[in-house]
């Protein structure tokens, strides 16, 4: 029994690319089945397909995908179901987990729902012994001419108990991680979920509202394991578990480890424990990545992040006076004025924030956002959902609101600040090096005035060939939270979907 997963490549009409993180998801799926052989190829490095099936010849393929990248995989499983016919082929990740029949049309054999960790060794054993489907739940799978469902998926209980991510099976790609300047960077989890409940975030509906979070002593075991030095921590959210991130930071302490953290983290939780911050400081913490949204609390009320612009401000002193570097994301609402975009950068000036990432209001499939806006979607093309594009309607008339929000970024990284030189005297390496960085931002910024000549061109393309996003949510996880609508992913126990399109590819 051989397991071939996938990542699939990059997408071609994807604007922002500062970051190349290792597939965890597969490495954390490959190590619950390490009795059998795997491998892990990752496509956004490595796009020979048709090597890797015809040399490996895999019994069983399974492949990730976000919400952006469901055209690219549904072209990939028609290609791996014509490469090698007899392998079993199932999607799984965020998109297949709030609509899993947005991957039926392909052919795939099964969509896998949830968590993968307590699936997919069920599964795999299934296809080993030519079991029955029907009792792994969690499972879209394929029979005769429908899909049926076998029942909500197990949800994660403990992430102790399970294996150390297969970092071994991407080790010839292990170089070309990074994370923005920091390569080669790993990346590691230490918790999963979050306790809070933001309108457009779909992490809390995937874990089913549950925030877990692993022993110390594991995760260094771990850390311990990993040869990077740059080490970007993958967890929604870190610090506010207060006992797991200062018992975390005592124990990479205590282990000695000498290594340089990349973490997310709310205002609200380094407010109430700077102390916590000033010990991930000493064990090297280097940049914190703070969701802050919105310069107006009004904004954030409506978003529920259930923070303030008092709490950021006070959350970015005490980062700053740690000297440790703040990546701050905002969401640039379509609904935004003129005078919004100007308020935002004079708030990014006023508070000095160094490194600021704009994105666009999105209603990701499986949010309470996409319950709140479904009727007044513009663009459905799933490639849009990339929080570049407004695929809600603009206030501003399209292409001005792409030039705002261009330069939103123009702005926040003038030629001085990305070549760092603030009165220092200018290095051969820095020079060229930010002279790099600047040429790519101003690259960027040029795309993302003309991003709405890659929604149309997106959009003429693909309109009469590839069903765009379902007006449907479908996580069992979800339904206390979103309603499902009629003959999406619903919850009851082999409930069955017609196949909809072509099965064959
Ligand atoms: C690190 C990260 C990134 C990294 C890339 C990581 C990578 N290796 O690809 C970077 C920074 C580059 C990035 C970029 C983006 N990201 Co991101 N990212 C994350 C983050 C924080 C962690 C990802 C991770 O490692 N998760 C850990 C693994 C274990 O979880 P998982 O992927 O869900 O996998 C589990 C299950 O889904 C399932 N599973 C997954 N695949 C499969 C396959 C099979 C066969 C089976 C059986 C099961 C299975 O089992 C896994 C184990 O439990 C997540 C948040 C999150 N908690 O996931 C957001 C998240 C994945 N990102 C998100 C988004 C929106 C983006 C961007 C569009 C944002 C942007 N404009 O830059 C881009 C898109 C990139 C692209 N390729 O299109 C969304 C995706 C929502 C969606 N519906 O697609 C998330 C969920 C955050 C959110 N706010 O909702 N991201
Ligand atoms: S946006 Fe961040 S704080 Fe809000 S629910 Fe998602 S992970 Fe939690």
Redesign the pocket.
Known sequence: MKIL?I?PP??KT?I?GD????????E??AATVSQYPCRILDMRIDADLKSTLEEFLPDLV???A????VPMVRGLIRRVKVLAPSAFV??????A??VPRDFFATGVDAV?V????A??PG?VNAIARRGDLSQVSGLWHRSKDRYAYTGDPPFLKDLNTLPPPARWLTQSYRHRYFFGRNRPAA?I?TSRGCPFRCSF???WK?MNGKYLVRNAEKVVEELSDIQERHVFI?D?NTLSHARHAGGLAAAIGRAGLRKCYKMYGRADAIVSRPDIVEQWRSVGLQTVIMGLESFQDRRLTQFNKGSTVDLQNRAIEILKANGIRVRAYFIVDPDFTRGDFRALLDYVEREEITEPMF?ILTP???TDLFEQSRERLLLDRHELF???HAVLPTRLPRREFYAEFSKLYRKSYPLKKILGVNGAPLRAGRLVGGGLAYLKMRAITRRMEHAYRIEEKIHAETRTDQPGIQHEAGHPAAKNHALPAPGAGVSRRHDSAELDGDPGG
């Open positions: 997963l990542k990059l997408n994807s922002i970051s190349l993180i290792e597939p965890l998801e597969l954390i799926l399974g492949i990730t976000y919400t952006t990248e199932v999607v799984g990740g965020c998109h987990s709030v896998a949830g968590n993968g960790e699936l997919f599964l990346a989890m975030c779909s992490i995937m993958a929604d994105s990701l499939p499986g990339d929080l570049v």
